[in-house]
């Protein structure tokens, strides 16, 4: 039986340059009012980090475009979401 992270090591990404899909609103909210900082912990990508300042980054290479992000993002609805752009994003080989 195949483990979930050998699943998702066999998925494909075409990365849109210039032209993500996701993307932080206001930066300074994550830094200085959020305390949950939930999208670093619950995006099963692992496409959100954080940074020296307490800042949130994002990478939007290897997004599985669940839209876990922007749910859980609810209180300061501060992530801009959408699927990308046709033919872009990720190309899943198990379904």
């Known amino acids: 039986m195949m483990k979930v992270e050998q699943k998702l090591f066999e998925n494909r990404y075409r990365i849109d340059e210039g032209?993500?899909?996701?993307?932080?609103?206001?930066?300074?909210?994550?830094?200085?009012?959020?305390?949950?900082?939930?999208?670093?912990?619950?995006?099963?990508?692992?496409?959100y980090g954080t940074d020296e300042d307490g800042g949130v980054v994002l990478s939007n290479d290897g997004c599985l475009e669940c839209g876990t992000c922007r749910l859980l993002c609810d209180e300061f609805d501060?992530?801009?979401?959408?699927?990308?752009?046709?033919?872009?994003?990720?190309?899943?080989?198990?379904?």
């Open 78 to 95: 501060n992530i801009d979401w959408s699927y990308p752009r046709g033919g872009y994003g990720v190309l899943y080989k198990f379904g």
């Open 19 to 47: 032209h993500g899909h996701v993307a932080i609103r206001e930066p300074e909210i994550c830094r200085e009012r959020c305390t949950t900082r939930s999208c670093t912990w619950c995006c099963p990508a692992g496409c």
